[in-house]
């Protein structure tokens, strides 16, 4: 069974940095396509990032520029760094994970392992 922890929110101000981690276990395939999603208070989760096996990336307009997601497939984790950060980037961030497939867009939806969260809270 895939398991995903992640760790790395907090708060900051507008126009700072954080960074995310989700440590993976459980995985049997090399073949994968791995994400970050959000979730805003009263608004529907949303895709930010993707990352397939071969490193090939893609991103949701409203983050492109700022964040940067990276894999260490060594140390089984998946990042993103958030830069210029955002009021409107405050959101539980979640990562997650399957494992059946490389297909990675940004809109992908059905994944089948997630982890629990983390709040990221951007001050103005």
């Known amino acids: 069974q895939v398991q995903l922890v992640e760790s790395g929110g907090g708060s900051v101000q507008a126009g700072g940095s954080l960074g995310l981690s989700c440590v993976v276990s459980?995985?049997?395939?090399?073949?994968?396509?791995m994400a970050w999603f959000r979730q805003a208070p009263g608004k529907e989760r949303e895709g930010v990032a993707t990352?397939?096996?071969?490193?090939?990336?893609t991103y949701a307009d409203s983050v492109k520029g700022r964040f940067t997601v990276s894999k260490d497939r060594f140390k089984n984790t998946l990042y993103l760094q958030m830069n210029s950060l955002r009021p409107e980037d405050t959101a539980m961030y979640y990562c997650?994970?399957?494992?059946?497939?490389?297909?990675?867009?940004?809109?992908?939806?059905?994944?089948?392992?997630w982890g629990q969260g983390t709040q990221v809270t951007v001050s103005s």
């Open positions: 459980g995985y049997t395939s090399s073949t994968y396509c």
């Open positions: 997650a994970a399957d494992y059946r497939t490389w297909y990675c867009p940004v809109g992908k939806r059905n994944f089948p392992s």
């Open positions: 990352i397939d096996t071969d490193g090939g990336t």
